[in-house]
Nanobody
Framework: QVQLVESGGGLVQAGGSLRLSCATSGRTFSSNAMGWFRQAPGKERVIVAAIDWSGARTYYLESVKGRFTISRDNAKNTVYLQMNSLKSEDTAVYYC????????????????WGRGTQVTVSS
């Protein structure tokens, strides 16, 4: 059974940092793109960052460029999202996901999802 479990969310002041982790189990995803999405109340779920199967290629939502960094450790079957200089508008539930492709930035290509972790940034 495939499982994705996010951790690292919480409450942080504006300007602070958090590091999200997503541990996967049930199968190996070393050949799959992985991503982080977020969903704020009343808004649709959007991709925040993606990383290809090798870790060589990444994508970021424009509003988080220069502040967030996605990385992966295939040996640990884990993907990370380092979030610095957090802003109140970053407040959302953050989800990790695994794509069926080696590279993907489209939500519809992501088949496996975690349950999410809440990130709240106070101003």
């Amino acid at each position: 059974q495939v499982q994705l479990v996010e951790s690292g969310g919480g409450l942080v002041q504006a300007g602070g940092s958090l590091r999200l982790s997503c541990a996967t189990s049930g199968r190996t995803f070393s050949s799959n793109a992985m991503g982080w999405f977020r969903q704020a109340p009343g808004k649709e779920r959007v991709i925040v960052a993606a990383i290809d199967w090798s870790g060589a290629r990444t994508y970021y939502l424009e509003s988080v460029k220069g502040r967030f960094t996605i990385s992966r450790d295939n040996a640990k079957n884990t993907v990370y999202l380092q979030m610095n200089s957090l802003k109140s508008e970053d407040t959302a539930v953050y989800y990790c996901a695994v794509s069926t492709s080696r590279w993907a930035v489209t939500r519809t290509t992501y088949d496996y999802w975690g349950r999410g972790t809440q990130v709240t940034v106070s101003s």
